[in-house]
């Protein structure tokens, strides 16, 4: 399994540049975040840079697998961007498991406004577990 060393961009304690993201399993199975872009995380004026978007699509599929003692990394990542994110606003992202099969498994991940609960975001992930003999 690959060393967590507490760097990690998104959830990282230790990363003084990350996004300090916490975790929290939701009753039907889910992996929830919130995340609040901050002026920096622009790519054009008063829009939310779309890779950082993704990245935290990423992070929340991920931390599911991870939850449900599914270690794997992700190996393709779909996302589609529905709605500008804007700095200073609050969102909600949100995953699940859509299958299973053996060495992949399948993720889907969804962004919302957290205040008006608008759709922004969506992403899907094919993970594949982690070969422990190899430490990939």
């Known amino acids: 399994m690959p060393e967590d060393d ?6 990282g304690p230790k990363n003084p ?3 300090k993201l916490e975790f929290e399993m939701t009753l039907d199975g889910r992996m929830h975040t919130l995340w609040t872009p901050r002026e920096e995380h ?15 699509l990423d992070e929340v599929m991920i931390r599911l697998l991870y939850a449900l003692g599914i270690h794997a990394v992700t190996a393709e990542l779909h996302t589609r961007l529905l ?3 804007r700095a200073g606003k609050p969102y909600r992202f949100e995953s ?9 498994v399948t993720a889907e991940a969804e962004a919302f406004d957290a205040e008006t609960g608008e759709k922004v975001a969506w992403g899907s992930a ?11």
């Open 96 to 104: 699940r498991v859509v299958e299973d099969k053996g060495r992949l």
């Open 42 to 56: 622009h790519g054009f004026k008063n829009i939310v840079h779309g890779g950082l978007v993704a990245t935290v």
């Open 83 to 85: 709605r500008p994110l």
């Open 6 to 11: 507490g760097m990690c961009f998104c959830c």
């Open 17 to 19: 540049i990350g996004f």
């Open 126 to 136: 094919k993970c594949a577990r982690v070969r422990e003999e190899f430490g990939t």
